[in-house]
């Protein structure tokens, strides 16, 4: 342990409030931003936070400040916080983090609670943030003493990033905030537990099985974006010539134009690489979950195919599928020891198969070269910027076009609200992955639906002075709930077309960012260059058709083969 003071005296003590303490051991973990509101349960904090390095983002929403932590954590795979009061503050909080725990994101919520006498006693602002917190967190605590933030602290941080990453939940009485207390050691920053050890065999099965295999595919998940082992996947992949799927979650681990890269498969994914993986005969799936999304109806999810499960995550090996290899282990360490023993082949037979396949159910971008068509814009917006940007996406129809046409070509690029689907999300993990990294220009593709969940965050990164352009894709709908009616519920459009209209580009302006609508430029390609290119925050509003679909579509509860690929007659 590490003396308080600059120069060890151990007979010396140090008196600190619980939140000036807090506020010493989240500098101590390297915390740089905390986003968050103020409310009475949580002053004593602010008051600490006054005397810190520590940079606030004053968000205008608690869900938005946990989205914001969600952006600079996925960008950066650091653990982020955020701060809420009691009652309302905290249970706002809640879609943020529970969408934290389905992506398995390391963000530290820490909330304010009423005093330690005055809980369960219906006082003001009082709410059960432990109880709310406790399903979709990976641990909580509500704190009783000053003292025991030297203890829960470092292990909150050791929490959310070991193993499977993923957010946990603080909730301090503001009595304990104000607690003085004398300390004369702080605790050591915590950090990740090493990663469960595996057998050496272990590999080497792994490697015989896929020696053996005639088709084999890989699934590369998000687990191998959290392990930042996406040199190693690339290298297992070519000395072993395996075809590579990616999913939702795992988008721009390889290069979309890297011949072995196959894109997403799933709901949505190329109708090539469905058909691929109902060929193939092993599965080898690194740091992914088998998600409903990705395989569609599980009986019917590669029917000739063995699977090696690599996962952190004891509790996802045989979950949904049944693996006839499972290592539980960090999928980096794999793929790092794999690629030290291995011997390298190649398939020219199942490549050429491959390509046919690709050749005869490609992914059609239907509109590709329209600005006012969905593909068009996301290709128009690609072919401006450089390959520096990051991208992040509401949830709906746009986020899914974005999955399947925008070109990613490196691992954290790629930010969206993948396990939740959660509209919203978008806007304020555009403005945590700004904060994260200032130096990358972003991008937030959403729609006219989706925007109005947490458009007031357009006045944090305006006060923030961000680089960061929204993409609105605008069809005066819920998109993705309007095609889902037109293809399975007969046509019957209930509650999805908006009557009342938004001006986004006045609304852009109202809350200080400037906001053009391209259907009112005489030329549209040159204003939406100016606008990318230029610095600063942007709302740029791109009006598209109510009856523009994605394609192809699995039916929720279809098989993947089955896919859609137009308007059902």
């Known amino acids: ?85 009691s009652g309302p503050g905290a249970s706002n909080l809640i879609t943020a983090i529970a969408d934290a725990k389905l992506d398995s994101v390391p963000v530290i919520a820490i909330t304010g609670q009423v005093p330690l006498n005055m809980i369960g006693t219906d006082a003001f602002q009082e709410i059960d943030t432990f109880g709310l917190m406790l399903p979709i967190t990976k641990h909580n605590w509500i704190v009783r003493s000053a003292e025991e933030l030297l203890e829960i602290i470092p292990l909150a941080f050791q929490i959310a990033l070991s193993g499977r990453p993923g957010p946990v939940s603080i909730d301090i009485p503001k009595d304990v905030q104000n607690q003085q207390i004398e300390i004369e050691f702080f605790p050591e920053p915590g950090k990740a537990e090493p990663a469960p050890v595996f057998e050496s065999q272990q590999v080497e099965d792994m490697l015989q099985q896929i020696r053996q295999a005639e088709r084999p595919v890989l699934i590369a998940g998000g687990g191998i974006v959290y392990a930042g082992a996406a040199e190693q996947l690339r290298e297992f992949a070519e000395k072993l010539d395996l075809p590579i799927v990616q999913t939702f979650m795992g988008l721009g681990l390889l290069a979309f ?196 969940m947490n458009i007031q965050e357009l006045a944090t990164a305006a006060e923030q002075d961000l680089d960061i352009k929204i993409i609105i894709l605008n069809n005066k709908n819920l998109g993705l709930v309007r095609q889902q009616q037109n293809l399975f519920y007969k046509n019957n459009l209930s509650a999805v077309k908006f009557q009342q209209h938004v001006n986004f580009t006045l609304a852009a302006q109202a809350m200080g960012v400037k906001g053009i609508d391209l259907s009112q430029s005489e030329n549209p390609h040159d204003e939406l260059a100016a606008a990318l290119l230029e610095p600063g925050a942007c709302v740029i509003n791109i009006p598209i058709s109510e009856d523009e679909m994605v394609f192809p579509m699995v039916a929720p509860g279809g098989a993947n083969k089955d896919m859609i690929h137009g308007a059902i007659a």
């Open 1 to 85: 342990m590490k003396n308080i003071n600059t120069e060890p005296t151990p007979s010396t003590k140090l008196c600190f409030s619980g939140a000036q303490l807090l506020i010493k051991l989240l500098e101590r973990q390297g915390v740089t931003h905390i986003s968050g509101i103020p409310g009475g349960a949580n002053l004593p904090m602010y008051d600490a936070l006054t005397d810190s390095d520590i940079k606030h983002v004053h968000v205008r929403h608690e869900q938005g400040a946990g989205f914001i932590a969600q952006g600079m954590a996925r960008a950066t795979g650091k653990a982020q916080v955020c701060f809420a009061s």
């Open 257 to 452: 134009d890297h011949p072995l890269s196959l894109g997403m498969l799933g709901m949505h994914g190329a109708p090539f690489t469905n058909m691929i993986m109902e060929e193939c005969d092993l599965v080898i799936a690194l740091g992914m979950r088998f998600d409903d999304r990705a395989t569609g109806k599980v009986a019917d999810f590669c029917p000739e195919a063995s699977i090696i499960h690599v996962d952190i995550d004891a509790s996802e090996m045989g979950k949904i599928m049944n693996p006839t290899l499972s290592i539980l282990a960090d999928v980096g360490e794999v793929l790092q020891q794999a690629n030290t023993i291995l011997q390298p082949c190649t398939r020219p037979l199942w490549q050429q198969r491959v390509s046919q396949l690709k050749q005869n159910h490609p992914l059609v971008l239907d509109g590709e070269n329209d600005l006012f068509r969905p593909y068009g814009a996301i290709k128009a917006v690609a072919a401006i910027v450089d390959d520096s940007v990051n991208v992040t996406t509401d949830v709906g129809q746009h986020q899914m076009w974005v999955a399947q046409a925008y070109p990613f070509s490196r691992p954290r690029q790629w930010v969206s609200s993948g396990g939740l689907g959660t509209m919203g999300f978008g806007l304020p993990a555009a403005i945590g992955m700004a904060l994260a990294q200032p130096q990358r220009k972003v991008i937030c593709f959403t729609g006219d639906g989706s925007l109005m």
